[in-house]
């Protein structure tokens, strides 16, 4: 049996086996040593003979790690990656699929595939993307998302930033699938330090990431995760998402959202952006002075950027969602909020009794997450103290909105909850504003008025 004959009838007996999960016919190849020839033949100077033995070895590839690692340490890399490059597009996208199939199996096989030159030859076909068929771009969008995908650890960071060239023009592609993919890879490439996500800063790609938020939830999930990761990072970075004008279409988003997934990720974005910098720990070399003019000026700058979560008025939407929306997305809201009563200013924190939160502060009680409880019972307690001190002449109406909106019984009730810390904060909210002591001085005052009069 010819070499060309081998190849074509294992890759009819894998495809017909399924392969990806049945991986007898792989195993089968292993073992007679035949993945050596298939790799050999990826070097003869006949397109139809490579092109086959590539497929094969994509199945391979395609298979369990233990495979994948067979053939790499049968050769099969370099040559694939040299085939990326060939002339012939088909035999070209065959072997630009196989070799995402190894970079996407580990850390430490997509470093080989970098050692062997595996990025060079992505930009290379970045460089012809017009002349690529539609399918073979969609092929090559996987190719670096793989490449982007591990994070124990991540790629190095000056592969990152060729590979953030190459994705800032897949983004721009016409085609849905190829955006898709490329805009999941940015996810993966942003899901790291401030060093990495300044990366899709610097490249251009964000008000691509942007436009993508006026699609369906196919795209529009991974342009959130994109824009919350950048969110997560320094004030620069934060302050990138605000003036893209993510903030003010976030409720469009989520109202049109066909998945509750993705009113989570706009709560999560939220909540990132609110949440801004804590400041660094003070290093005793540092004066203490110039520590705390930067400590006090990241402040202000957290501040600002509550400040336009509120204008873009979504501590509406967080109310709303945190009301009817599902445990994850109440989960995510409620750190909203926590950040919010953390970090912002006496006159922000205001602005949410405006919004009347307590009915909706109350279903969130209803859940037995410690995590979520404290956040609420920190946003409880935070509302009750700001308007307690600047506007006192508003307390009891606040009081009567926790009585009436049922808190006040679930603040009862969790009295009796195990954890400390979830204790602690009710005890201190029910003692402060709640105790019998204070409802006798009312009492009292109010008699005192009477025989006064």
């Known amino acids: 049996?010819?070499?060309?004959?081998?190849?074509?009838?294992?890759?009819?007996?894998?495809?017909?086996?399924?392969?990806?999960?049945?991986?007898?016919?792989?195993?089968?190849?292993?073992?007679?040593?035949?993945?050596?020839?298939?790799?050999?033949?990826?070097?003869?100077?006949?397109?139809?003979?490579?092109?086959?033995?590539?497929?094969?070895?994509?199945?391979?590839?395609?298979?369990?790690?233990?495979?994948?690692?067979?053939?790499?340490?049968?050769?099969?890399?370099?040559?694939?990656?040299?085939?990326?490059?060939?002339?012939?597009?088909?035999?070209?996208?065959?072997?630009?699929?196989?070799?995402?199939?190894?970079?996407?199996?580990?850390?430490?096989?997509?470093?080989?595939?970098?050692?062997?030159?595996?990025?060079?030859?992505?930009?290379?076909?970045?460089?012809?993307?017009?002349?690529?068929?539609?399918?073979?771009?969609?092929?090559?969008?996987?190719?670096?998302?793989?490449?982007?995908?591990?994070?124990?650890?991540?790629?190095?960071?000056?592969?990152?930033?060729?590979?953030?060239?190459?994705?800032?023009?897949?983004?721009?592609?016409?085609?849905?699938?190829?955006?898709?993919?490329?805009?999941?890879?940015?996810?993966?490439?942003?899901?790291?330090p401030d060093e990495q996500i300044t990366l899709a800063r610097d490249a251009g790609i964000m008000p691509f990431v942007y436009k993508h938020l006026s699609e369906d939830d196919g795209l529009v999930a991974p342009a959130l995760r994109v824009l919350g990761n950048m969110a997560t990072g320094n004030d620069v970075l934060t302050q990138t998402v605000i003036e893209l004008g993510t903030l003010r279409v976030l409720p469009a988003v989520a109202r049109k959202a066909k998945s509750s997934s993705i009113v989570k990720e706009c709560c999560w974005l939220i909540s990132n952006v609110i949440a801004g910098v804590p400041p660094a720990r003070w290093d005793p070399s540092c004066s203490w002075t110039v520590w705390t003019a930067e400590a006090m000026a990241q402040k202000r700058r957290t501040q600002q950027q509550i400040q336009a979560v509120i204008d873009a008025g979504l501590l509406t939407m967080l109310v709303t969602i945190m009301q009817t929306g599902d445990y994850r997305c109440q989960f995510e809201c409620s750190w909203a909020l926590a950040n919010l009563a953390q970090g912002g200013t006496t006159r922000q924190i205001l602005e949410l009794t405006g919004e009347k939160p307590m009915a909706a502060l109350a279903v969130a009680l209803g859940h037995t997450n410690a995590d979520l409880l404290s956040n609420i019972l920190e946003v409880i307690y935070s509302l009750l103290t700001a308007v307690a001190t600047n506007k006192p002449d508003k307390l009891d109406a606040l009081k009567e909105e926790v009585e009436e909106a049922g808190v006040l019984d679930k603040l009862e009730a969790l009295q009796e909850n195990h954890n400390e810390k979830v204790y602690n904060q009710t005890y201190k909210i029910l003692s402060e504003y709640f105790s019998e002591e204070d409802e006798n001085e009312e009492n009292d005052g109010e008699t005192g008025n009477f025989y006064n009069f």
């Open 1 to 192: 049996m010819s070499l060309d004959q081998l190849t074509v009838g294992f890759r009819r007996r894998s495809t017909q086996e399924k392969i990806m999960k049945q991986n007898g016919a792989v195993d089968e190849v292993i073992n007679c040593g035949l993945i050596h020839a298939l790799v050999q033949g990826l070097s003869i100077p006949d397109e139809k003979i490579p092109y086959e033995c590539a497929w094969a070895l994509t199945n391979i590839v395609s298979g369990t790690s233990e495979q994948t690692v067979k053939a790499v340490e049968s050769g099969a890399t370099g040559p694939l990656i040299q085939l990326m490059m060939h002339a012939d597009l088909n035999l070209a996208e065959q072997a630009t699929w196989a070799v995402a199939n190894i970079a996407g199996d580990s850390a430490q096989l997509r470093d080989f595939v970098i050692q062997s030159s595996g990025v060079e030859a992505l930009m290379v076909l970045c460089s012809k993307m017009g002349q690529l068929t539609t399918s073979f771009v969609r092929t090559l969008a996987w190719t670096f998302s793989n490449m982007c995908r591990h994070k124990n650890p991540h790629a190095p960071l000056p592969v990152l930033q060729v590979l953030a060239q190459g994705l800032l023009r897949l983004m721009q592609h016409e085609d849905y699938n190829v955006r898709q993919d490329a805009c999941w890879a940015v996810s993966y490439l942003t899901d790291g």
